[in-house]
């Protein structure tokens, strides 16, 4: 949800992901999330497009623990380890310079990776039967960049602003509970 | 674990709102405020100092009057300003070194001695800074050469010129202690 809050304030960044876990011991929810990222800006000044997917897994756990049957509200503190990968390019760019004068270039395409490790904390509520909203918010701590690219990439897919050295941020997902 | 149970039953028991509060937050804080102009020319910062006795940090010196233009360029970035202590140059983006000519203040007999040339050398690094401001160059410097009318010796404190406030030369002049 919180990337579809981000294509609205910025449309042509394009992220959809998913997320699923798993109680498998008690109050230890492993999880798994993954999902892909499109940019795509055609403007007077620049055009550039990426495209990249991200896989993230870990393990969360429930602070609140069950003390009761019906007791489905989560406080959840939780670790991952996260790598994205995309393609970027920029065939035409223009830097604006007063003094020496403005000029143009282009950045072939070029492949660019990610891994880094994210600490997490949040709360996941029960709205309706079966239905979660929750929210988590989380530091990345990058552990290994691509260095042979020409450029940052715009967006990383999963992990945010490619500018952003340690970004936090605060993810709004929605959950429904599969009865296995 | 029934003491954080009890606490967290508080918070979960307004977990609706909290939930509403929060999405709202979330995507007004989604709306992008970069400010275009401050990013355009990313400009390299050098700061006058010099060394004092017995002190382990230099201490910032003023220059009464300051000219700067490029190298080959007639347009002054600095037109004997005043009372300055730290400039700020542009560097060329279409060229991976950038000249610049520095007037100090001299007497009229002097004043063909007072005068320096800083060439610096980098690579430049474009940088998408947002959707709506396009691309802007940061620099990585990688060396910087002066001649040594005026200037004694130059530090480099910071090779990433970005979109901070750092500065990143120091320059260190010749001081008349009054003894010659």
Redesign the interface.
Known sequence: M?AA??A???P??RQFEISADSELLRNWFFNLEGGILRVN?E?E??T?SASGFFLRTGVDFN???R?HAE?N?L?LIGIRYAYSSLWHE?PF?????????S?T?S?DRSSYYAHWMEFAGG?R?E?FKNFF?G?TLRTRIPLVKSRDS???P?YIGGFGQG?RRAPVM?H?SAFYKLGL | ??I??NY?SD??WG??LL?II??TV??IS???EEVCEDV??VPVRLGFYTEIENEPEPASLIIDSLKVH?LG?D?L?YNYQRNISRIEL?L????DS?AFILYFPAPPEFSHLAKDTIWFFYDV?????S?EC????FFELKEVRHSRMFIDSIYIEQISVTNTLDEHIKIFPFIDDGDN
Not at chain 2, 92 to 95: I, R, Y
Request: a neutral charge.
């Open positions: 919180s809050a981000r609205f304030a910025e042509e960044v800006s403007q000044r620049f550039y602070l609140l623990g003390p007791q509200d406080v920029a760019y223009l830097l604006d310079n007063p003094y020496w004068g000029h270039g950045i709360v509520t709205f909203l929210w020409e450029i940052q715009y500018k605060i709004f | 674990m029934m954080i149970y967290m918070f979960f977990k609706r939930h929060l999405f979330f995507f989604c709306i992008n355009e020319t490029g360029k347009s970035i542009p060329n983006s279409g060229a950038s690094l474009p940088t998408l800074i959707m396009g691309f802007a160059s």
